[in-house]
């Protein structure tokens, strides 16, 4: 049964860092795109940052272009992000979903993805 589980939320500071991690079980990533989305309270989901993952190729939305890092680990099935910089913008829900290879060209389309996990709360507050 393919699940998605996210961690690493939490509470940080304006300028701090936080490391998200989404593992995939179930299924392998190999032929799949796979993506982080975030959503604050009673806001849309919106579109963070997608990797293909069997070329590795990613895709970031603007706000965060330079300040969050997506990786992967192919080894353990897992997608990272790295988020610094942050900012009280960015707190929200954060959610990874995964969708087959063609999703990565419709990378921020929510409907695309067919899979998602519970998300991890960020907090960025001082």
């Known amino acids: 049964q393919l699940q998605l589980a996210e961690s690493g939320g939490g509470l940080v500071q304006p300028g701090g860092s936080l490391r998200l991690s989404c593992v995939a079980s179930?299924?392998?990533?190999?032929?799949?795109?796979i993506a982080w989305f975030r959503q604050a309270p009673g806001k849309e989901r919106d579109f963070v940052a997608a990797?293909?993952?069997?070329?590795?190729?990613?895709y970031y939305q603007s706000s965060v272009k330079g300040r969050f890092t997506l990786s992967r680990d192919v080894a353990r099935n897992t997608m990272n992000l790295e988020m610094n910089s942050l900012k009280p913008e960015d707190t929200a829900d954060y959610y990874c979903g995964v969708g087959d290879l063609w999703t990565f060209y419709s990378a921020n389309d929510t409907q695309a993805y067919t899979s998602w996990g519970r998300g991890t709360q960020v907090t960025v507050s001082s």
């Open positions: 179930g299924f392998t990533l190999d032929y799949f795109a």
């Open positions: 990797v293909s993952w069997l070329d590795g190729r990613t």
